[in-house]
Structure formats: C-alpha cells, structure tokens
Nanobody, 126 residues
Framework: QVQLVESGGGLVQAGGSLRLSCAASGRTFSNYNMGWFRQAPGKEREFVAAITWSGGFTYYAGSVKGRFTISRDNAKNTVYLQMNSLKPEDTAVYYC???????????????????WGQGTQVTVSS
C-alpha cells in the first residue's frame, strides 16, 4: 500500500502561483511513477502531469504545458506540482496518484494509477 497526502491548495488570483505537494508513505516511493490529476465540478477527472520513478522524464497535458512543472524528491518521498500563470479554468480538486513504473507516463489513463490521495482544492479567481 501507498498512502498519499496532498497539500498546498488554496485560493489565488488569476496569474498567480501555487505549489502543491504530495507526501507518500508505505511502499518504496521511488518504485512508482507519479501523476497529478484534477477534477472540476461536473467534469471528469483529467490528467495534468506525470513524472517517471527516477524523475528523468515528465509529461504534461497540453492545457498546462509551459505553466506547470512536476518534480519529485525521492529522498523526501514527495512529488510537487508548481503551478504558474494560473487561470480560472485551472480551478479544480487536484489529486496525486502513484502508478507502476512499468507503464509509460504518456499513457495518461487514471486506471494506470493504483493509489490516490484525497485531493486538495485549488480555486483561481478572475
């Protein structure tokens, strides 16, 4: 089992920045690819960004590429999502997830991630 706890969400004005963190415990963190997803009210959960177990490769949704940066610190069992130039359409609950390192991170389907956090709310005001 892997337990994931997100933090860092909040209310920010459009154009602002937030940094989300996801702390992992349980099984060896560095064995897992990590992803960030988000879900807005009335919408399906969507992929945001992913990073390989080593941190060597990253992948982003087109809507956030160039604005968001995913990173990880395996020594601290933590994955981060730096979000800059935030827009009102970025408003959602953000979830981190852990998935098998055997699956390519370009396969962004949620079913590839077996462990999920409880989510943290991000609200961007216009």
């Amino acid at each position: 089992q892997v337990q994931l706890v997100e933090s860092g969400g909040g209310l920010v004005q459009a154009g602002g920045s937030l940094r989300l963190s996801c702390a992992a415990s349980g099984r060896t963190f560095s064995n897992y690819n990590m992803g960030w997803f988000r879900q807005a009210p009335g919408k399906e959960r969507e992929f945001v960004a992913a990073i390989t177990w080593s941190g060597g490769f990253t992948y982003y949704a087109g809507s956030v590429k160039g604005r968001f940066t995913i990173s990880r610190d395996n020594a601290k069992n933590t994955v981060y999502l730096q979000m800059n130039s935030l827009k009102p359409e970025d408003t959602a609950v953000y979830y981190c997830a852990a998935g098998s390192s055997l699956t390519g991170i370009e396969d962004v389907r949620p079913l590839n991630y077996g462990y999920w956090g409880q989510g943290t709310q991000v609200t961007v005001s216009s």
